[in-house]
């Protein structure tokens, strides 16, 4: 799906792939766009669910989200209803499950038809490893697995018929993949502990991402402090904490707060913060910028303006979230933080492979969970930004190439 941090970590990859002399045969949803270079089939779903979930996307993309999205949205969902309901009670996994019977379809005649040395399946959406996982048992042919999300939460017993069948998923993976790979330590580690059998196949590599395709020049407002967040905020990846953080910081100093400006870009800010805002009167600290989309007039696309705002933001905030499963997961969002070339604001929790990253890219860090740290990270970074003490970092940023030539090497040490 474009613009998703699952399809962009493997979308950006495509071209270092192809540079390497491998020529990808690619199976995809139709929520994004075909690729012209290679053999690329889109596939819909074969459940009501998943073609509900598709239908509504792909009209939004084409014609909006006005009169004529919900006219005929409306009508199909009333008509796919029942069969939805029937899908709900005789399966109970998530819609995207009915896009696997499609890929394995597709998939053993594509195999079949262009005879490709190994399978990858990756993702996001646990649908295309449980397809990786059928073709791979049809055709014998060896297949490679890139885990983007924890499939177990940590710290819990699966309980529903969608969580037992992810954990189920996570086993077959471990035992019949060839080579498999987390992007952090933890979540590799975690499903090692559950499935022994994982063994040495099992890997870590940081996904990276590509260098922006515009640049722009930082200029310090001498007024505000602008920390920028750029993507999606949830009930559990909340803009709350650092709310609590400025209300208090507005009581101790309101010197300090009345400077901070929170520039939020993407998503709306989460219903709680946005309550909570409202009601402390910190609506002055907190700008809601919305999404950034082409513009037709100038020919600009909504990446390369999300780009070249990062670049001038004074700070670059990442609201981590406050479940057990950051441990096991990196915003995406940080790799592209990186290319920006400004200082990081990491609120965190439970990952020490992130804070540890945070701190060699010199950025700042706050605990999620604990307001009086997210207080002093914001002092902190008021006195930095006051005498305007100068970032630099000697490190280079993670790159997508970096990702690939390890996902190469691993392939040829391990599958002869």
């Known amino acids: ?135 791979n048992r049809l055709t014998r042919k060896p297949w490679i697995a890139e885990i ?14 969608n969580l037992k069948f992810w954990a189920k998923l996570e086993g077959m993976i471990c035992r019949e993949a060839n080579l498999v790979w987390w992007f952090t330590d933890e979540a590799m580690l975690s499903a090692k502990r559950r499935h022994p059998e994982l063994g ?29 967040h750029f993507g999606s905020l949830s009930n559990v990846r909340s803009m709350k904490g650092l709310a609590e953080a400025i209300a208090k910081l507005k009581e101790v100093n309101e010197k300090v707060a009345q400077v901070i400006k929170i520039d939020c870009y993407g998503g709306s800010i989460d219903s709680s913060a946005k309550k909570y805002i409202v009601e402390k009167k910190l609506t002055e600290q907190f700008v809601e910028h919305g999404r950034l989309e082409h ?38 969002k940080f790799y592209d933080y990186l290319w920006a070339k400004r200082p990081i604001y990491g609120i965190i929790n439970k990952n020490n492979q992130f804070k540890d990253l945070l701190i060699e890219y010199n950025g700042y860090t706050a605990q999620a969970n604990d307001i009086d740290s997210i207080v002093g990270s914001l002092i902190q970074i008021f006195q930095d930004w006051q005498i305007q003490k100068q970032f630099f970092i000697k490190k280079e940023p993670i790159k997508t190439i970096d990702s690939v030539h390890k996902i190469i090497n691993y392939v040829n040490d391990s599958i002869k």
């Not at 792939?17 to 020529?23: P, V």
């Not at 040495?200 to 505000?224: C, Q, S, W």
């Open 200 to 228: 040495d196949k099992g890997k870590v590599i940081l996904p990276g991402a590509e260098p922006p395709v515009v640049e722009a020049t930082y200029k310090r407002d001498p007024n505000f402090i602008h920390i920028g």
């Open 295 to 332: 513009d037709f007039k100038t020919g600009i696309s909504g990446r390369e303006q999300i780009q070249t705002k990062m670049q001038e933001m004074d700070y670059l905030l990442i609201i981590h979230g406050n479940t057990d499963d950051c441990a096991e997961y990196i915003p995406s």
């Open 1 to 135: 799906m474009d613009g998703r941090a699952a399809s962009l970590t493997i979308t950006d990859k495509i071209p270092h792939f192809i540079n390497e002399g491998i020529e990808p045969v690619v199976l995809s949803a139709v929520t994004g766009k075909k690729d012209t270079r290679f053999y690329h089939k889109q596939l819909l779903p074969w459940g009501p669910a998943g073609l509900r979930f598709d239908f509504r996307h792909l009209i939004a993309q084409k014609y909006g989200r006005g009169l004529f999205y919900k006219a005929t949205t409306g009508l199909v969902s009333l008509i796919l209803s029942p069969f939805i309901l029937l899908e709900r009670a005789l399966i109970g996994l998530q819609s995207q499950w009915s896009w696997t019977p499609a890929a394995i379809f597709w998939g053993y005649i594509a195999i079949k038809r262009f005879d490709p040395e190994l399978i990858y399946s990756t993702g996001g959406a646990y649908s295309a490893h449980w397809a990786g996982f059928w073709l």
């Open 148 to 161: 983007h999300d924890p499939m177990v939460f940590p710290g819990t017993v699966p309980k529903t018929r």
